[in-house]
DNA sequence: TAGATTGTTAATCGATTAACAATC
DNA sequence: TAGATTGTTAATCGATTAACAATC
């Protein structure tokens, strides 16, 4: 790859996932600020400060998109969250399946706000005789063996999987084959897929690890040092 | 033994937060291998193959726990699985109330899984009257207002908050100041927590964010150069 | 033994943070 | 205007990856 050149598509750019994962945060501040009507602006100082994020940092995130601030006013908060709309893909809506319909899966059905984020699950899938014929918040359970025909048949692109460790990787292959091409996986094992196939994988185990170990730590070195500004990056 | 100068206490040491994102994972395909009975060793290359992860990368972050493997050999998976669990503390269990008994929380009341994390939510609260006095996957649900009291008389110290973000900040300032030290935060927004206070935010919305962005910029880049080992940062 | 694998030290890569000129 | 803030380029920091000696 040349270092020089320009790339040829200026539509693919490199985007960390940190900044990815930051924007949504932004967003869901500057529509509170916008709601209270006190400024039409907002620099990155302050959304910065409300969010315990370094003012630069949200520089640099905000420029990944194309938002245009004015030097001294800072940002149109109306402006920033229509670009951030746009550039997170929040305004047209992507259809998805979802697999395995129990406490987690009922839950996700449930989640309301998904649509918010240009999300829309159209339909679930059990092997519970119980489950399959059911509704569910709204969604219609069918039963597991129709996944492949009713992927095909609208085209769907992303499945989420909210089953147990032991049928993931099963249910993971029957997905693929039937043209699904992105997972968000909620199952607590990490499923293999083909190169092309794109994975999500949320670990509560992970995450649980995470926050045990810094309250662990944080008691181990209490008066010690003891600043917690919640970016830590090491426990 | 270090060259220049031993630390003070060996029990700190600095733990990349990948790191201990991705011990659960090695943890759970250990013991998966562990009930094949194939081996009784493993080495790093088996495992980062399994998981799509960089033998190196395994080296390194069972590097940070104690176990110690054999050349040619590899590690003994019965050492390996004892050695992650007692350091990720999953061997003396952690008590937790749970804020907010809503589609998401009752899901996370009826996780078994968390027991085996070291995990153990003894109560759950809420402020809608029809649920307090109910018992839900065996926790029973106590009124938003004796919160502040038991926290106190039982010394919890985790509290998992799954509550809309309307209240999310109301909410954890009534944890903090009952005493709790860490939250669980599975809300739409990032709380303000005192710098002593933990917390580990579970953002739904940004993950689904890094997971559509992959799946749009995989279709407008399919057959330039397409090669996906679900390992990517930048998307 | 030969060679696969560990453990450790060094190199690379990328995200964060700093510095600073431009600007309203 | 003066000074806060943007936008961009450079420096730093830390995680990943490579290199390689030690070893069973």
């Given amino acids: 790859m040349p270092k020089v050149e320009a790339p040829k598509d200026p539509v693919i750019?490199?985007?960390?996932?940190?900044?990815?994962?930051?924007?949504?945060?932004?967003?869901?501040?500057?529509?509170?600020?916008?709601?209270?009507?006190?400024?039409?602006?907002?620099s990155c100082t302050q959304i910065g400060n409300a969010l315990s994020i370094l003012p630069i940092q949200v520089r640099k995130d905000l420029g990944v998109t194309d938002a245009v601030g004015k030097p001294k006013l800072g940002y149109s908060i109306d402006e920033l969250i229509a670009i951030i709309e746009d550039?997170?893909?929040?305004?047209?809506?992507?259809?998805?399946y979802l697999v395995g319909v129990g406490h987690l899966g009922t839950a996700l059905l449930g989640f309301e706000r998904f649509k918010e984020y240009g999300l829309n699950i159209i339909a679930a899938f059990d092997i519970d005789r119980e489950k399959v014929g059911s509704t569910i918040h709204g969604v219609k359970v069918?039963?597991?063996?129709?996944?492949?025909?009713?992927?095909?048949?609208?085209?769907?692109?992303?499945?989420?999987l909210t089953?147990?460790?032991?049928?993931?990787?099963?249910?993971?292959?029957?997905?693929?084959?039937?043209?699904i091409e992105?997972?968000?996986?909620?199952?607590?094992?990490?499923?293999?897929?083909?190169?092309?196939?794109?994975?999500?994988?949320?670990?509560?185990?992970?995450?649980?690890?995470?926050?045990?170990?810094?309250?662990t730590l944080a008691r181990t070195t209490q008066s010690q040092d003891g600043v917690n500004n919640g970016n830590d990056k090491k426990i």
Same sequence: chains 1, 2.
Avoid: C
Wanted: charged share 25%; proline share 7%.
């Fill in 13 to 42: 750019k490199a985007i960390p996932e940190p900044t990815l994962r930051r924007l949504p945060l932004y967003y869901q501040y500057l529509k509170k600020i916008r709601d209270e009507k006190k400024s039409d602006f907002i």
């Fill in 87 to 96: 550039f997170l893909g929040w305004n047209n809506t992507k259809d998805a």
């Fill in 142 to 160: 069918f039963h597991i063996g129709k996944l492949d025909n009713m992927v095909k048949r609208m085209g769907i692109k992303i499945g989420i």
């Fill in 163 to 179: 089953v147990p460790s032991a049928p993931a990787q099963d249910l993971t292959n029957e997905m693929v084959h039937a043209g």
């Fill in 182 to 215: 992105a997972i968000w996986n909620f199952s607590p094992v990490k499923v293999a897929v083909p190169p092309d196939i794109i994975v999500q994988h949320e670990n509560l185990a992970s995450s649980l690890v995470v926050l045990s170990k810094k309250l």
